[in-house]
T-cell receptor, first 113, second 116 residues
Framework: KNQVEQSPQSLIILEGKNCTLQ??????????LRWYKQDTGRGPVSLTI?????NTKSNGRYTATLDADTKQSSLHITASQLSDSASYIC????????????FGSGTRLSIRP | DSGVTQTPKHLITATGQRVTLRCSPR?????VYWYQQSLDQGLQFLIQ???????AKGNILERFSAQQFPDLHSELNLSSLELGDSALYFC???????????????FGAGSRLTVL
């Protein structure tokens, strides 16, 4: 069964600190993995996208890693800012005759001043 | 502005009623996806259309239906509304009908439906 599991479910850190969010997946055959940021009440916005051959990708203070062998990904946020408070969603796509896009349930990150 | 336009932004209606949510995809995108997000829940995939044809179906209730028109905009019809249908409904678009390669889903701002 195609699944995407994220941990932790929620996280609170102080402004300026770093954090790492985890994503484990069992989606097969794997096509790509994306991280989205969703502010409360807003639509998700793509942060990074990685295909099988990529193991790291950065977008400013956000760095995503992918280990296709262990089927794990992480999103590292450096020097957190109050505006980083949001839900972070891991999304994995599978090759199929029709689009197969599996969403994780997200990690809710809160940054405290 | 993501380029995906959803209307209305907010909608309040009563149980038993019927509403239509509209989505205009990003220019050049042929694929439209609909998602439901209840309070503090993850995104639940409802249905996908590609160039006017249904491509994939998720956990969409029989009371819900959708279509994609020749100009590629899509409408999600929700009927016999229940209190539990209150949620954010997101539309997303992508260039192709597959989640392959660098095909990124671009989301609209959502339509917030409140059923009283």
């Amino acid at each position: 069964k195609n699944q995407v599991e994220q941990s932790p479910q929620s996280l609170i850190i102080l402004e300026g600190k770093n954090c790492t969010l985890q994503c484990n997946y069992t989606v097969s055959p794997f096509s790509n993995l994306r991280w989205y940021k969703q502010d409360t009440g807003r639509g998700p916005v793509s942060l990074t996208i990685m295909t099988f051959s990529e193991n790291t990708k950065s977008n400013g203070r956000y760095t995503a890693t992918l280990d296709a062998d262990t089927k794990q990904s992480s999103l590292h946020i450096t020097a957190s800012q109050l505006s980083d408070s949001a839900s972070y969603i891991c999304v994995v796509s599978a090759y199929s005759s029709a689009s197969k896009i599996i969403f994780g349930s997200g990690t809710r990150l809160s940054i405290r001043p | 502005d993501s380029g995906v336009t959803q209307t209305p932004k907010h909608l309040i209606t009563a149980t038993g009623q019927r509403v239509t949510l509209r989505c205009s995809p990003r220019s050049g995108d042929l694929s439209v996806y609909w998602y439901q997000q209840s309070l503090d829940q993850g995104l639940q995939f409802l249905i996908q259309y590609y160039n006017g044809e249904e491509r994939a179906k998720g956990n969409i209730l029989e009371r819900f239906s959708a279509q994609q028109f020749p100009d590629l905009h899509s409408e999600l019809n929700l009927s016999s509304l229940e209190l539990g249908d209150s949620a954010l409904y997101f539309c997303a678009s992508s260039a192709s009908d597959r989640g392959t390669g660098a095909n990124v889903l671009t989301f609209g701002a959502g339509s917030r439906l409140t059923v009283l």
